[in-house]
């Protein structure tokens, strides 16, 4: 049981990584000047998107996700408007995180968004994937001792890592290097990036090699 759900979190991993090689490379052939310093915010929400569709389908695929009980199409409708109500204040919430930290409260609002959403779309958008629209569940699997599958414990690190390294990336802004990465937000969302494909590796790592000292509580 152990492996298989370990082989496929390694899969779902490579197969989320290929997806931000993908939405990397294909603007680059596709928009004139691309890069990820000159037309930084193009990038952002190409990956952002990437991210998003590719975890969706494949935690769909997979049945990672929480089982619903009701079929009925405005159930179905409702859990579809309440994930996306939630990944709209999810963003909100980055925002102003991001704001309360230093960013800028008017100028280059537009920026701080986007780094809000790339948060969002690594972090909260898994959480809607694996645990659903369920407040109580987030806030059980964050708690101490809350994972209660290998899925919960690596959405823990991947979380932690994404936000840690946005939080890293901010530290060279201030500095006077004056180097094109040092433009707000690029620092912090590349931060983020790495943070997260580090994740993509750590975790899969850690539960495997941890796995003996896991034990997890029944649904």
Same mark, same amino acid.
């Given at each position: 049981?152990?492996?298989?759900?370990?082989?496929?979190?390694?899969?779902?991993?490579?197969?989320?990584?290929?997806?931000?090689?993908?939405?990397?490379?294909?603007?680059? @052939?596709?928009?004139?000047?691309?890069?990820?310093?000159?037309?930084?915010?193009?990038?952002?929400?190409?990956?952002?998107?990437?991210?998003?569709?590719?975890?969706?389908?494949?935690?769909?695929?997979?049945?990672?996700?929480?089982?619903?009980?009701? /079929?009925?199409?405005?159930?179905?409708?409702?859990?579809?408007?309440?994930?996306?109500?939630?990944?709209?204040?999810?963003?909100?919430?980055? /925002?102003?995180?991001?704001?309360?930290?230093?960013?800028?409260?008017?100028?280059? @609002?537009?920026?701080?968004?986007?780094?809000?959403?790339?948060?969002?779309?690594?972090?909260?958008?898994?959480?809607?994937?694996?645990?659903?629209?369920?407040?109580?569940?987030?806030?059980?699997?964050?708690?101490?001792?809350? @994972?209660?599958?290998?899925?919960?414990?690596?959405?823990?690190?991947?979380?932690?890592?994404?936000?840690?390294? @946005?939080?890293? +990336?901010?530290?060279?802004?201030?500095?006077?290097?004056?180097?094109?990465?040092?433009?707000?937000?690029?620092?912090?969302?590349? +931060?983020?990036?790495?943070?997260?494909?580090?994740?993509?590796?750590?975790?899969?790592?850690?539960?495997?090699?941890?796995?003996?000292?896991?034990?997890?509580?029944?649904?």
């Amino acid at each position: 049981m152990w492996d298989h759900e370990i082989r496929a979190m390694v899969s779902t991993h490579a197969i989320i990584a290929a997806s931000i090689v993908v939405a990397t490379v294909v603007p680059a @052939a596709l928009v004139p000047d691309f890069s990820i310093y000159g037309t930084h915010l193009v990038w952002l929400y190409s990956v952002s998107g990437a991210v998003v569709a590719v975890s969706v389908a494949i935690f769909w695929l997979l049945g990672i996700s929480p089982p619903t009980r009701k /079929h009925s199409l405005g159930y179905k409708l409702s859990r579809l408007f309440r994930s996306c109500l939630y990944f709209f204040l999810s963003c909100l919430f980055f /925002h102003t995180v991001v704001v309360l930290y230093g960013a800028p409260l008017i100028d280059s @609002a537009l920026e701080t968004f986007s780094l809000a959403v790339l948060l969002s779309s690594l972090t909260t958008v898994r959480c809607l994937c694996v645990l659903g629209p369920n407040v109580q569940a987030w806030i059980r699997v964050f708690s101490r001792h809350g @994972a209660m599958s290998v899925w919960d414990t690596c959405l823990q690190i991947m979380v932690a890592l994404t936000v840690l390294g @946005a939080w890293m +990336g901010a530290f060279p802004i201030p500095l006077d290097w004056e180097k094109p990465w040092q433009v707000w937000p690029i620092s912090c969302s590349l +931060g983020a990036m790495l943070g997260y494909l580090s994740g993509l590796v750590v975790a899969p790592m850690w539960i495997h090699y941890n796995r003996k000292q896991l034990t997890y509580k029944c649904k």
